[in-house]
């Protein structure tokens, strides 16, 4: 499916998004009679934040994607016509049901938690419930805000996760049972951030927890997945642990480990998919410069998400992508707009993608000493932090591999399946593509061919 005018070689081409206008976070990912359904926040209108909609494309590999219409749409007076905010799908005894945020005109940061279910098999039409499940926030707990469902079992029961952040700024995560969709009950909160791994992991920056994620690890444990919002979207966060039996017969989270789930300054929002035998994971990437060129916003490839015996993350793209590979790969020289790279290190080795004048954007690699380090000082980019090289550890002492995926703007650098960096780097007049190896490294790579029309 193209996705990008052809003019704009920023724009991605390979990875979800509308052809234009705005699009945010992920929302619902969900398999359904053989399809991969994605949705997320769109803007049909404009460039902007404003005027939310769930935005709707389905694929048959997780690699060539068509785009579908609008699934959710603001009913005027209802409990949703400020927008549709970000939720998750789930199979409702076998009618698929988006649960997802509503909000009013002057939420002030509360949403309402709003059901939809599908009309169709192909989920194309969906049927708005005209009165919200929960209206409000649980009493007693000053809650200022309150959104992004997330629906789950465990022992047999449903339960929903929803982002939370209180008066006195501490974020949390709040459950609820809601064994039938229709009846939530507050069973109190599963986790905040006064949890010592949590306050530890993410520091005390966060006044909120937005987009709660779980997903289950081999061992029978679980990962918490948080975005922190600290008025704006911040970065994002995952705690390893174990749900234990909470106050008033509910769930809380033993979190023994946790850390940066992307370390790039251009991830926020990730919405995950729990397969019987894996967990998939998307992603938004934001603009990092000022001016939109009529599209702003894009959903990252999928990535397989899992923990290490130490409880660590680990990340890898989904092995699908490999549809999306050229037959013949490529070696240095020349880089197309879009590409698949693996890099593997035995010695250290410095690895240039793109030139301009004196600067250069590179990945050096040290398997010695174990670090990669990602150099993006010479791309400007708007409203975010500065643009040092980034560093990040891996096991010293063994040959070093990493992979990267580029389309258009949207560079994803997958670290030894441990670590992930997601970046916007916008390529200017006279900026030069090319790829050239220092040191002992071999490199592979292939263009990303053409998606199929949709």
Avoid at 364 to 375: A, K, S
Wanted: hydrophobic share 35%.
């Amino acid at each position: 499916m193209s996705l990008a005018a052809p003019q704009d070689p920023n724009a991605p081409r390979f990875r979800v998004r509308p052809p234009a206008n705005w699009v945010n976070d992920p929302n619902g990912p969900f398999r359904w009679q053989g399809r991969y359904h994605l949705f997320y926040q769109y803007n049909p209108a404009a460039p902007v934040h404003a005027n939310i909609h769930w935005g709707h494309a389905s694929s048959p590999d997780l690699a060539h994607w068509e785009h579908h219409p609008i699934a959710l749409t603001p009913t005027p007076g209802g409990p949703d016509e400020g927008g549709c905010w970000s939720g998750c799908v789930v199979d409702d005894d076998g009618t698929p049901t988006a649960v997802y945020t509503g909000i009013g005109h002057d939420h002030t940061g509360l949403g309402t938690i709003c059901l939809a279910r599908a009309a169709d098999p192909l989920l194309v039409r969906w049927r708005p419930v005209p009165a919200p499940v929960v209206g409000a926030p649980p009493e007693g707990l000053d809650v200022v805000m309150f959104r992004d469902p997330f629906v789950f079992r465990h022992a047999g029961r449903r339960h929903a996760l929803v982002g939370a952040g209180h008066a006195d700024g501490t974020p949390s995560v709040l459950v609820y049972d809601c064994d039938d969709l229709t009846d939530w009950r507050f069973a109190g909160v599963l986790l905040d951030g006064a949890d010592p791994v949590a306050s530890d992991a993410f520091g005390d920056k966060a006044v909120g927890w937005e987009c709660p994620q779980l997903y289950r690890t081999v061992d029978g444990g679980h990962v918490l997945v948080v975005s922190l919002w600290d008025g704006d979207p911040c970065s994002t966060g995952y705690l390893t642990g174990r749900l234990v039996s909470g106050t008033g017969g509910g769930l809380g989270f033993e979190a023994t480990v946790g850390g940066r789930l992307d370390h790039g300054r251009d991830f926020y929002a990730p919405a995950v998919l729990q397969e019987e035998d894996r967990a998939l994971l998307w992603g938004w990437s934001w603009e990092a410069r000022d001016t939109p060129e009529g599209w702003a916003g894009v959903l990252t490839a999928p990535r397989v998400v899992g923990t290490r015996p130490d409880g660590g993350l680990r990340v890898s793209p989904a092995p699908e992508l490999d549809l999306l590979r050229a037959p013949d790969p490529f070696g240095a020289g020349p880089l197309p707009v879009s590409y698949d790279l693996e890099i593997t290190a035995h010695d250290r080795a410095t690895v240039t993608l793109l030139r301009s004048g004196d600067s250069r954007l590179t990945i050096g690699l040290d398997p010695r000493q174990g670090t990669v380090t990602l150099d993006r000082t010479g791309w400007p980019r708007a409203g975010r932090e500065g643009s040092a090289p980034l560093a990040l550890d891996t096991p010293p002492g063994v040959p070093l591999t990493v992979r990267l995926l580029v389309d258009g703007s949207l560079l994803e650098l997958f670290v030894a399946d441990r670590a992930t960096v997601t970046e916007r780097v916008y390529q200017r007049p006279g900026d030069v593509r090319e790829l050239t190896v220092e040191g002992d490294a071999e490199v592979i790579g292939w263009e990303l061919v053409p998606p199929t029309s949709g």
